[in-house]
């Protein structure tokens, strides 16, 4: 976004007075001696040595490469610690909530901001797409992973405060692939996938007629006499005739790059076709992408970056908010029969209807251009912009086009969105003395954005028609200071001032402060063999966000107690402290450990439905550990590994006007709600608890054995608060094997989908002899309360194992070939967890908001890749 966030607050110095230690990269691309980031300039990636005091997450070029990954959402998954990123659903084209260090707003809508090669673009992670929520696109996939060549990930305001407004939830930073000049060079992929469902489905049991949703007799029931059971029928619609099938996809792509001394250029394209496990559902994108840099003078450098995107995305057909096929297995009947085979006829979608659809045409831009008329002065100039055309498209009934007159029920939404960005700067970098040197930046950017949505709906000739505009205008004004002494101390500090057109939002002042000590550079630390480059660092960041209050009313009246000044507000402020150790031990292992503090003094607690405005305080506390290791590194093999670790929480000191606790989501079981109670987390599950007791020991649950506590209590987290990430690769001569392995911990998950059932008393638990007394209770008493049905979702996953092979090294080399592989692997191969639902990381109501339930959501499938790649 930035130009001078990334040229001038992290300003790379000239190449003579730079101290670079170098990059010790281990096989297939894992760093074990980090002691340098990179960050995006207008000169390209460009080393900063040592002297940010914040931490940067980073997923380098040869990670990227090696993934199997097919959206950035996936490539996130795993690979950065403090990176949450959890699937809404396994529909293929879904997309996924993606937040940086745990919770921090009271209404879940505080996303990252996505950058591209210094352009803020589109990064909607529930775009609209007609209430299909859990299964809705997200803008962060619609990139092409084989044109980044590097991600950073920008935690907290610490470090993304100098991004202006709405930088507090964190930036994901991309840099594309960029051109090579030279001679002519080019790749080129081709891959084959194939997805089946993963998921172990529940029978539908019965001691009636065992057909609809007819009259049945629990075990619970007949213990009290109420009923007299029949034979206890089962079946099981989507085990014993699955709508699942096996797909196939696949996809292409090629690159060429070449120049000459001056003048470098890139071509891209690509094109990829994905199809779900449950039909209606498929994926279609293609990508194109050209880069030029030219030097025009010695002191003159302009690049030019154009991307277009379209993606055509085919969702299955939906009841409510849920395949309607899936719940007419889950919901269906206990008995077979020839024509539906036991699914519940009402719920399956009529043979015309059409699914929804959604086509999305993206392109994005720059030309950028950098001036260096003098070694210690350097003048950069940057406009950007996106443009963005969406069509989603729905109809149900008798016809599939909304220009017929024939009956049918017609839903389309027509998106058209613009964005650009114009940055201006200066940097100065001289040594004011031999041992000190200084660097000051003064830059401007503008930002403009502009949405149009028109929707319409109706029903043959009779329509409604509605429109939308949202538009905003803001200007920064930035400066900032850097200091180095001795190449191993270093001080920065920068402040912004953010102003929108028309008053929308009250002007803003950001700030940031970082300083570094490579404490092992000293005279007097130890030279150890065991323990070597060691950092201390420490950054702070204050910042704001404007999305949540772009919800309230224009003005907060004084009338309310706690609430803001009367006029436009500016957001909610949000600030970070940070404090880091970074070390290379046995000359193997680099560690990086960040503890870190954010908190909000003036959050938005509740907003425009629920009564007044109330301002809320909340802090979060965490930490964020890398350790990158190179275990083998011999001729013959090479072993590398990486361990992200995070942890954080978070607690609510006060909601506004004295209250304990304000509604923030909904669940799909009775008396469960997601709520911001003081002295508690954020999205907080909060229920009434069921107690139940044995008392005959006849091994039965029934309905008088159970009790409900009258006070609605604390729960659990709805979000991780504890996630690992393991990814290693072990390369033995011509063959590598790969593998990332994912754990989340410390949150709870609503299986609203078996509490459901049993409310149509349909679960194994109301008539299974060996169910266990707590399955029984919650089953019996989920009329009252379904607190029962709170259960712990920790998981482990094996996200993706692979394996490559070189293939025909000699043949390769003899026709210029630099790469010949062969890639086979699988992802979401197995899950480990303890929860007895569909799947602990699913959510029914999709990215947006803090509702959470596993409620008929489609779980995720298994993939298998085969994937041929060629370079010369």
Request: with cysteine; hydrophobic share 40%; proline share 5%.
């Amino acid at each position: 976004m930035l130009t001078w966030l990334c040229a001038g607050v992290l300003a790379p110095r000239p190449a003579a007075a730079q101290r670079v230690v170098n990059d010790s990269v281990a096989p297939h691309g894992r760093m074990v001696t980090p002691v340098q980031i990179v960050v995006d300039t207008l000169y390209g990636p460009a080393h900063v040595s040592r002297a940010a005091g914040w931490s940067v997450g980073v997923i380098d070029s040869a990670t990227i490469a090696s993934s199997t990954a097919q959206t950035l959402s996936e490539l996130l998954s795993a690979h950065v610690a403090g990176v949450s990123v959890l699937r809404s659903s396994g529909v293929v084209g879904s997309g996924s909530r993606v937040r940086l260090r745990g919770a921090n707003s009271f209404f879940g809508a505080r996303e990252p901001i996505l950058v591209i090669d210094g352009v803020r673009v589109d990064a909607a992670q529930n775009a609209h797409s007609l209430g299909t929520d859990a299964q809705a696109p997200s803008r962060l996939d619609d990139i092409d992973l084989r044109d980044i060549r590097r991600v950073e990930i920008l935690r907290g305001p610490a470090a993304s405060a100098l991004y202006g407004t709405d930088g507090a939830g964190g930036v994901i930073r991309i840099t594309t692939v960029r051109p090579r000049r030279g001679r002519v060079s080019w790749s080129a992929f081709g891959e084959g996938n194939t997805a089946l469902t993963a998921t172990d489905y529940p029978a539908n049991y019965s001691t009636g007629s065992g057909v609809g949703l007819g009259e049945s007799c629990t075990r619970g029931e007949a213990a009290l006499g109420s009923c007299m059971p029949g034979p206890l029928l089962g079946w099981n619609p989507l085990e014993s005739a699955p709508p699942f099938r096996t797909t196939p996809g696949g996809a292409l792509g090629a690159r060429v790059m070449g120049g000459a001394e001056r003048f470098g250029y890139l071509a891209s394209a690509s094109l990829r076709d994905e199809t779900g496990v449950l039909a209606p559902n498929d994926v279609t994108r293609y990508a194109a992408r050209i880069a030029l840099d030219v030097e025009v003078l010695r002191a003159l450098r302009l690049t030019l970056d154009g991307a277009y995107w379209r993606s055509r995305v085919t969702l299955p057909l939906i009841d409510g908010q849920m395949p309607a096929v899936l719940l007419a297995g889950l919901e269906g009947n206990a008995v077979d029969d020839p024509v539906y085979r036991g699914y519940n006829a009402g719920d399956l979608p009529v043979p015309l209807d059409t699914p929804t659809e959604e086509r999305v045409g993206r392109a994005v831009g720059s030309v950028s251009a950098t001036w260096t008329p003098v070694r210690w002065l350097t003048a950069r100039a940057r406009a950007g912009g996106e443009s963005l055309r969406g069509d989603d498209h729905r109809s149900t009934g008798i016809g599939g086009d909304s220009t017929r007159n024939d009956g049918s029920v017609v839903q389309r939404t027509d998106d058209r969105n613009s964005s650009t960005s114009v940055d201006v700067g200066l940097t100065s970098a001289f040594h004011v003395t031999r041992a000190l040197r200084s660097e000051t930046t003064l830059g401007v950017e503008h930002l403009h954005r502009a949405t149009y949505a028109a929707d319409s709906s109706g029903i043959g000739s009779v329509f409604n028609y509605s429109q939308r505009w949202t538009h905003y205008d803001v200007t920064g004004l930035l400066a900032s200071q850097r200091l180095e002494w001795q190449e191993r101390r270093y001080i920065g500090v920068g402040v912004r001032r953010d102003r929108w057109a028309h008053d929308a939002f009250a002007p803003s002042t950001f700030f940031s402060a970082d300083a570094t000590w490579v404490i092992g550079d000293e005279a007097f630390f130890p030279r150890l063999a065991s323990l070597s480059q060691v950092r201390l660092r420490t950054a702070y960041g204050r910042t704001s966000d404007v999305r949540t209050f772009a919800l309230a009313p224009p003005a907060f009246g004084p009338s309310v107690p706690g609430s803001p000044p009367a006029g436009p507000p500016n957001g909610e402020t949000i600030s970070e402290l940070e404090i880091g150790l970074d070390a290379f031990l046995f000359q193997r292992l680099w560690l990086e450990t960040t503890w870190f503090r954010q908190h909000s003094g003036n959050a938005l607690a509740t907003c425009c439905f629920t009564g007044p405005a109330l301002i809320g305080d909340w802090r979060t506390t965490g930490i964020d550990a890398t350790l990158s290791a190179s275990l083998v590194r011999s001729v013959r093999a090479d072993w590398t590994a990486r361990l992200d670790v995070s942890a954080f929480a978070n607690r609510i000191h006060d909601v506004g006007l004295g209250r304990p606790s304000v509604a923030a989501g909904t669940t799909p079981v009775p008396l469960v709600r997601i709520r911001n109670g003081a002295d508690h987390p954020i999205a907080g599950i909060w229920g009434n608890s069921v107690h139940m007791r044995d008392e005959n020991g006849d091994g039965i649950i029934s309905d008088s054995e159970v009790t409900i506590d009258d006070a609605s209590v604390y729960l659990g987290s709805s979000i991780p608060t504890r996630e690992i990430g393991l990814s290693t690769t072990f390369a033995l001569r011509r063959v590598s094997f790969s593998a990332l392995v994912d754990y989340r911990g410390g949150f709870k998950q609503v299986n609203g989908t078996e509490a459901y059932r049993c409310e149509l008393e349909l679960c194994g638990a109301l008539y299974d002899p060996s169910a266990p007394l707590d399955d029984q209770g919650r089953a019996v008493a989920v009329f009252r309360a379904g607190a029962g049905f709170v259960e712990d979702a920790s998981f482990v996953r094996l996200r993706e194992i692979g394996v490559t092979w070189k293939l025909l090294p000699g043949w390769a080399f003899r026709r210029g070939l630099a790469r010949f592989d062969l890639t086979i692997a699988a992802r979401n191969l197995l899950t480990f967890t303890g929860y007895s639902g569909l799947d602990p990381e699913i959510n029914y109501t999709g990215r947006s908001g803090l509702s959470r339930g596993d409620f008929m959501t489609l779980p995720l499938a298994r993939t298998l890749i085969v994937r041929l790649q060629l370079q010369r």
